[in-house]
């Protein structure tokens, strides 16, 4: 069961032979954001909505993920906020445990596992003391996991909707996990109330204005990375793979590993997110990581373009952006759009926004040439 | 062994309520491979449509269930076709595309019930006679969980029938096998496409109607029964009603037997991990129609 895509972007269009300026554009457009990002916002943005911009594109990191998986190898990944909570719970053990290692009166253990009970730090917790195992384990679990999970559905060629029910399964369970396991997690409550990161504090303006310009350049990196992984011959096998697995099996190739590494980056992408998210929001909670945030990511890939990165990053800023936008105004409302979103661009903008800006641009291009035809008919 | 004994009714009436809730993705999922994630709205409606039955038609609690089953069927019946004519129609053979539209749908409904119900549960009081429970051999049969257990026996001997005696449900099974070949044949395949969505989508009302018996209606009803029923039909095997009953019964036995020895929360993720090692050894599901397709 493949999953028809309506016009796919050609697989890895042959370098064409451009005039330089042009072939200049794309990476002019990315160094301007950038520098946008990092010159001009933070000076004039005012600390709070510069905290709500970095936490856009905490979700545009995972959304870029998101965009190799589902919109390059077909995979929709509908559980996503597993990869991104394993990595925010990594971040988030290590800032508890700076919180109880600077607090005299906590007897080296979390409150919430004092409440429970528990006097000494657990084992799975020991280790997330150094920030550099950590960090290292923000990345490296969710992508251990999706390698895992990734080898066994894609080698008994689990795919399309049976994959996808099976993602939305494990989001399910991973917050059930999380919730009954109280005194390990944290609960419903998840882990917040960090007062520091290395020491300063992690309210004060100045460090929230360090963790955005992180979250850029991690961002940016991400993009350039994933923009690499597409380009490259890779990157062709993976389109090869989601529009004609069979065909790919029988040219040689084992489509399990082509699938299993987009999966792994995706999941990768997903906790780098999920690491800075909690860096910026200062919690992490079972409530932000379900189904429905799970597929509020999806749907903000969507809406911006599944085949395009940038689309991606864009769609995922767009939407988060009018989640805080409407759902403090007018929360029904804002339900009733979501669903509507939903519907809208299936129907009409597969390719979302992205697909509308290369419509337009094609349209563009070509302008010239059609006012010819026109003219030579007459 | 005795406790074990005591688990077998508790794992049949999750099976049962899994089932019901399976059933008619069995007929949108698993026959014309639409991914309905508004089948979980679907049966808050149903869930719903029982409420307003007692409260708002003013029926007596003694036998307006009855009533609600059928009315029930109808409603999110003629919901089904209405969101089949509307949209679902253009997106067959594009299952992912069919989970995001139908999630969308779903949410609206969701927010529709909150605007129209209010946010909290509301209650409906089960019959007099549905109260209280039997004792048979040690084991707890609470009668609500039996009728629920009858009435998915009832469904599943119906659609048994339908499928396999009458010609509506033989016109079904001949689209479902090789629909150029019934098209040529004379079988309007757009109609039956039609009457399989809304079988389907009626089941739905009709599991709505029986988890008010057994547990709180609200706008996210659904919600919590959706996941684990297009579990059931993955693990049965798709457009399979046989491997449904059995991944159903399966499901909820095992869910029964791990509960007690890990507790609520372990038991899911269990039961999770026991469904991707079976996949590694069935990857179809249990039961499958031959073919000669390469998966």
């Known amino acids: 069961m493949t999953s028809t895509i309506t016009s796919p972007p050609p697989a890895a269009a042959p370098p064409r032979e451009r005039p330089w300026p042009s072939r200049l554009a794309g990476p002019a457009v990315f160094v301007a954001v950038l520098a946008v990002a990092l010159g001009v916002v933070p000076a004039v943005v005012e600390p709070f909505r510069l905290n709500l911009v970095a936490q856009y594109l905490c979700f545009a990191i995972v959304g870029m993920g998101i965009a190799l998986a589902w919109g390059r190898g077909g995979m929709l990944t509908l559980g996503q906020g597993v990869f991104f909570g394993l990595g925010g719970y990594a971040m988030g053990m290590y800032l508890t445990l700076e919180r109880v290692a600077s607090d005299p009166l906590s007897g080296g253990v979390p409150d919430f596992m004092a409440w429970s009970g528990i006097d000494e730090l657990p084992a799975l917790w020991r280790p997330f003391a150094h920030p550099a195992v950590a960090i290292a384990a923000a990345v490296l679990v969710p992508g251990l996991v999706a390698a895992v999970l990734g080898w066994a559905v894609f080698r008994q060629r689990v795919r399309g909707a049976y994959f996808a029910i099976l993602n939305q399964a494990l989001a399910a369970a991973f917050v059930i996990l999380l919730i009954n396991q109280q005194h390990l997690t944290g609960g419903t409550n998840g882990l917040t109330r960090f007062p520091t990161l290395f020491g300063a504090s992690l309210y004060s303006p100045d460090t929230k204005r360090w963790v955005y310009v992180a979250v850029v350049a991690v961002a940016a990196l991400v993009y350039v990375a994933f923009r690499q992984v597409v380009r490259s011959r890779y990157g062709s096998l993976l389109v090869a793979v989601r529009d004609g697995e069979d065909r790919v099996r029988f040219l040689g190739y084992d489509p399990t590993w082509v699938k299993t590494l987009a999966y792994t980056l995706s999941a990768m992408a997903a906790g780098v997110g999920g690491a800075l998210f909690v860096l910026v929001m200062g919690i992490i909670a079972p409530s932000s990581l379900g189904i429905i945030p799970s597929l509020m990511m999806v749907l903000a890939v969507a809406i911006g373009g599944r085949f395009s990165l940038a689309g991606a990053v864009v769609g995922a800023v767009l939407v988060n952006a009018a989640q805080t936008t409407f759902s403090e105004s007018f929360a029904g409302g804002w339900t009733y759009l979501q669903g509507a979103l939903f519907v809208v661009v299936i129907v009409f903008a597969p390719r979302g926004l992205a697909g509308i800006a290369e419509t337009a641009a094609e349209w563009w291009r070509h302008r010239g040439r059609r006012q010819q035809l026109q003219g030579s008919s007459q | ?295």
């Open chain 2, 1 to 295: 062994m005795n406790q074990l004994l005591a688990q077998l009714p508790v794992g049949l009436s999750i099976g049962a309520v899994l089932l019901l809730a399976a059933l008619g993705l069995n007929f949108t999922f698993g026959q014309m491979g639409v991914i309905n994630m508004a089948h979980g709205e679907f049966i808050m409606v149903g869930a719903y449509t029982a409420f307003v039955m007692q409260a708002w038609v003013g029926l007596p609690a003694s036998y307006s269930l009855l009533v609600a089953l059928p009315v029930a069927f109808l409603v999110t019946g003629l919901l089904g076709l209405a969101l089949e004519a509307g949209l679902i129609r253009r997106f067959y053979g594009r299952p992912l595309d069919t989970l995001l539209l139908t999630f969308g749908i779903g949410l609206v409904l969701q927010q529709l019930a909150r605007d129209v119900f209010g946010a909290p549960n509301v209650s409906v009081p089960a019959p007099a006679w549905l109260a209280g429970g039997a004792t048979v051999a040690g084991m707890q049969l609470p009668h609500a969980r039996m009728f629920i257990l009858a009435l998915a026996a009832v469904c599943v001997a119906a659609i048994a029938y339908y499928l396999n005696r009458s010609r509506s449900g033989r016109r079904m099974r001949a689209v479902i096998h090789n629909r150029d070949l019934a098209a040529v044949s004379g079988i309007a395949t757009r109609r039956v496409d039609a009457t399989t969505f809304f079988l389907g989508s009626g089941l739905a009302g009709i599991a709505g109607v029986a988890l008010t018996l057994i547990g709180p209606t609200g706008p996210t009803t659904g919600t919590n029964y959706i996941v684990d029923a297009f579990l059931v039909v993955v693990v049965g095997g798709l457009g399979q009603l046989r491997g449904t009953v059995l991944a159903a019964l399966a499901l909820g036995l095992l869910n029964a037997l791990v509960e007690p020895w890990s507790g609520a929360s372990l038991a899911k993720v269990i039961v999770f991990a026991a469904i991707i090692v079976f996949l590694q050894l069935r990857p179809q599901g249990m039961f499958t129609v031959r073919t000669r397709a390469l998966t």
